[in-house]
């Protein structure tokens, strides 16, 4: 059984930092893509960043590109975002998929989804 397990998540300041944990279990982690989205109230859900762990290549949207940073520890079977500078616009429920890329594709698409981790950027 696929499991994804979102943490991390809390209240900081505009300009914090926080480390958002995707652990993935129940899968061959090496072999799929995880994403990171977010939702934010009242708004659609927005891809933010993803990683294929086949070979490595990443995927970050530009509206973070320069302050989110994701990474894999394949050993622990977890993907990280590091978010920096965070602005209370990144405030949203954040989560991670998991699913077996298309040849084609960077990531994507998934077929497996955990529960969000609440971040709350206060001005």
């Known amino acids: 059984e696929v499991q994804l397990q979102a943490s991390g998540g809390g209240l900081v300041q505009a300009g914090g930092s926080l480390r958002l944990s995707c652990a993935a279990s129940g899968f061959t982690f090496d072999d799929y893509a995880i994403g990171w989205f977010r939702q934010a109230p009242g708004k659609e859900r927005e891809g933010v960043s993803c990683?294929?762990?086949?070979?490595?290549?990443?995927y970050t949207v530009d509206s973070v590109k320069g302050r989110f940073t994701i990474s894999s520890d394949n050993a622990k079977n977890t993907v990280y975002l590091q978010m920096n500078s965070l602005k209370p616009e990144d405030t949203a429920i954040y989560s991670c998929?998991?699913?077996?890329?298309?040849?084609?594709?960077?990531?994507?698409?998934?077929?497996?989804w955990g529960q969000g981790t609440l971040v709350t950027v206060s001005s």
């Open positions: 998929a998991a699913g077996r890329p298309d040849p084609t594709a960077l990531c994507g698409p998934y077929d497996s």
């Open positions: 990683i294929n762990n086949r070979d490595g290549r990443t």
